[in-house]
C-alpha cells in the first residue's frame, strides 16, 4: 500500500505522542515497543521505520513532554505579566488538573525518580528540556523584579514538584486537594504573590 507524503510524519508523531503517555504513566523501563506499537494500530516491525532502538524513542518523547510542558506553560500565562504570570502558572502547576491528568502532566513530577534508569540519551533530553522549562519559570522572575531569579526558578520548581508528587501520592481525594492548596498558598506567600 503506498501511502501520502505526510503519513510517515503523521505516524511518527504518533508514536512519539503514545510513547509520552505511557512513560509518564508506568515510566520508561516498563514502556513495551511491541504494545506500544499494537496501540498504534503497527507491527513490531513497523517501529524500526521510524527509530533504531527503544531508546532513542524514549528520548524523543522525553523531548514531546517537555514541548507539551512548555507550551502548557504559554497558555496558561498568556496574557499575564509579572508576578500574575508566575501566580497563574503555580495555580495551574499545583490544581487538581494538572494532579489527575498524569499522562499528559510535567515530567519533572512523572520521571525525574526514574531518570539514572535512561540512556545517556534520554538523560540529556531530560535535562535539555528541564533547562528550558527552568530558563522561562527565570525570565517571568525575573521580570518580576527578583534579583535572584535563576536560584529561585529552581527552588519554585522542586517545591512545586515535590506537591504534585505526593498530591498524586495520598489516596483521600480531599487531603490531595489540602495538599496542592497550602503548598500554593505557601509558594503564593513566599514570592509575596498575594
Do not use: W
Request: proline share 2%; hydrophobic share 45%.
Amino acid at each position: 500500500m503506498r501511502y501520502n507524503d505526510g503519513h510517515k510524519a503523521r505516524t511518527h508523531a504518533l508514536i512519539i505522542s503514545h510513547a509520552a503517555q505511557v512513560i509518564r504513566l508506568k515510566g520508561p523501563e516498563q514502556m513495551s515497543v511491541a504494545s506500544l506499537m499494537q496501540q498504534v494500530g503497527l507491527t513490531h516491525g513497523g517501529f524500526y521505520a521510524h527509530f533504531k532502538t527503544k531508546d532513542e524513542l524514549i528520548a524523543a518523547a522525553i523531548e514531546h513532554m517537555f514541548a507539551e510542558s512548555l507550551a502548557y506553560f504559554d497558555q496558561v500565562v498568556a496574557g499575564h505579566t509579572g508576578k500574575d504570570a508566575i501566580a497563574a502558572y503555580i495555580s495551574f502547576y499545583l490544581s487538581g488538573l494538572h494532579r489527575d491528568k498524569r499522562a499528559e502532566g510535567c515530567p519533572l513530577a512523572t520521571i525525574a525518580q526514574q531518570l539514572t534508569q535512561l540512556a545517556p540519551l534520554g538523560q540529556q533530553a531530560f535535562a535539555n528540556g528541564m533547562q528550558e522549562l527552568l530558563g522561562k519559570l527565570t525570565k517571568y522572575l525575573a521580570d518580576a523584579g527578583f534579583t535572584d531569579a535563576n536560584a529561585l526558578s529552581y527552588s519554585v520548581f522542586a517545591d512545586m514538584v515535590g506537591a504534585i508528587t505526593l498530591a498524586r501520592c495520598e489516596l483521600d481525594q480531599e487531603r490531595s486537594d489540602q495538599m496542592l492548596n497550602a503548598s500554593r498558598t505557601a509558594l503564593y506567600t513566599r514570592l509575596a504573590l498575594i
